[in-house]
Structure formats: C-alpha cells, structure tokens
T-cell receptor, first 114, second 114 residues
Framework: AQSVTQLDSQVPVFEEAPVELRCNYSSSVSVYLFWYVQYPNQGLQLLLKYLSGSTLVKGINGFEAEFNKSQTSFHLRKPSVHISDTAEYFCAVSVSGGYQKVTFGTGTKLQVIP | EPEVTQTPSHQVTQMGQEVILRCVPISNHLYFYWYRQILGQKVEFLVSFYNNEISEKSEIFDDQFSVERPDGSNFTLKIRSTKLEDSAMYFC????????????FGPGTRLLVL
C-alpha cells in the first residue's frame, strides 16, 4: 500500500517570500505523484504532477516540485508567494499505470501573511 | 476546459434518510471515483468504477453505499441510511483511462447529517 506524509500541518510565510511544502511518500512499486490545492470552501484543483521523465515539474501559479526517488520525496516550492496562494495543499500518490486510487496526505495549510 | 460537476453543492439530511449525490464526469472519461473528506481530515478514497462495475472499494464503502451510472453522463453515490459520521465533503473524480491519466475532481458536495 502507498502512503503520504506531510509533516507540516501549517506553514505561515510572508508575502513575496519563498516557500517549501514538504512531502514524503512510501511505496513498494513505482508511483505517480501529485499536488492538489484546495482554496477555502472549494474543491480540489490539480497543481502539478510527476508521471515520469524530468524530476523537476512545473505547475500552475508558479509552483514547482522535484521528485527525489532516493529520498522518496516530492517537495513543493514557490520562489515568491502571493496572498492568493493562501490555501490547503495536498500531496498525493497513486500506483503508476493510471486509473488507480489516489492516496492523499493530511494536507498543509499555507498562510501567506501580508 | 471540460470539468467535473457535482450536485447539489450542499445537502442537509436527517439520520436514517437516503441521499443521492450526483456527478457529471468529463465526457470522454472512462474511470470514475468517489472520495470523501471529513471536516479537518484528509481526503479518503471510497470507490472506483469502470465499465459499469466497481473496480476497487475501500473499507469505508460498506453495504450502506452504492454507486451507479444510470445513463451516459451521470455517476451517482447513494447512501441508504445516513449516519452522523457520514457528514463530510464528497468529491467525485474522473480520469480518461490511459496509462498516465490524472484524476480530475469536482467541486464537492457538502453533506450534513443531523
């Protein structure tokens, strides 16, 4: 079975500062990795995904993440955050091959301070 | 851009009542899923559905739950006799079916059982 650990439940950061949201996963088989964002009272929006190939993936809204197989990590980064980035961010994993269930982490609430 | 839609956005029901949550997946997708998120907790997989049958279900998806694709566009989740602990946000998702397909989530239905 796969699992995802997001160690930081909340991350406060000042506007225009960089941010890193940490994600580690566990799996005995190859996986796909995702970051989803949930704005207050809204659904889940795909931010970015790693399926194969380049380990550095770029997503929407200036976010990027790097897949590190040896450290089983998929940390999310943004060089300069905006107030509008305030949301909850979920790291997620599925077994590679498509149409498999997605296993989510517990989420990290990013609070951008003006 | 095509998107997954869900109705209703909010539903309040009495314990023991039946509820049906509706979803319209992206039109050319073949795989359908339901997830739920209890307030303050992580998103959990309930069930996946393909070719008119359940392909995988979690331990949460007991006999009180059922899914159906009654026509070519809708995908429903029925809870036969709701319990207080069924109060949650329910997300529908769909994916196209290729080996690298990503699941796209709807905005969710917030269910409150009183």
């Amino acid at each position: 079975a796969q699992s995802v650990t997001q160690l930081d439940s909340q991350v406060p950061v000042f506007e225009e500062a960089p941010v890193e949201l940490r994600c580690n996963y566990s799996s005995s088989v190859s996986v796909y990795l995702f970051w989803y964002v949930q704005y207050p009272n809204q659904g889940l929006q795909l931010l970015l995904k790693y399926l194969s190939g380049s380990t550095l993936v770029k997503g929407i809204n200036g976010f990027e993440a790097e897949f590190n197989k040896s450290q089983t990590s998929f940390h999310l980064r943004k060089p300069s955050v905006h107030i509008s980035d305030t949301a909850e961010y979920f790291c997620a994993v599925s077994v590679s091959g498509g149409y498999q269930k997605v296993t989510f982490g517990t989420g990290t609430k990013l609070q951008v301070i003006p | 851009e095509p998107e997954v839609t869900q109705t209703p956005s909010h539903q309040v029901t009495q314990m023991g009542q039946e509820v049906i949550l509706r979803c319209v997946p992206i039109s050319n997708h073949l795989y359908f899923y339901w997830y739920r998120q209890i307030l303050g907790q992580k998103v959990e997989f309930l069930v996946s559905f393909y070719n008119n049958e359940i392909s995988e279900k979690s331990e949460i998806f007991d006999d009180q739950f059922s899914v159906e694709r009654p026509d070519g566009s809708n995908f429903t989740l029925k809870i036969r006799s709701t319990k207080l602990e069924d109060s949650a946000m329910y997300f529908c998702a769909s994916s196209g079916g290729g080996r690298q397909e990503t699941q796209y989530f709807g905005p969710g239905t917030r269910l409150l059982v009183l």
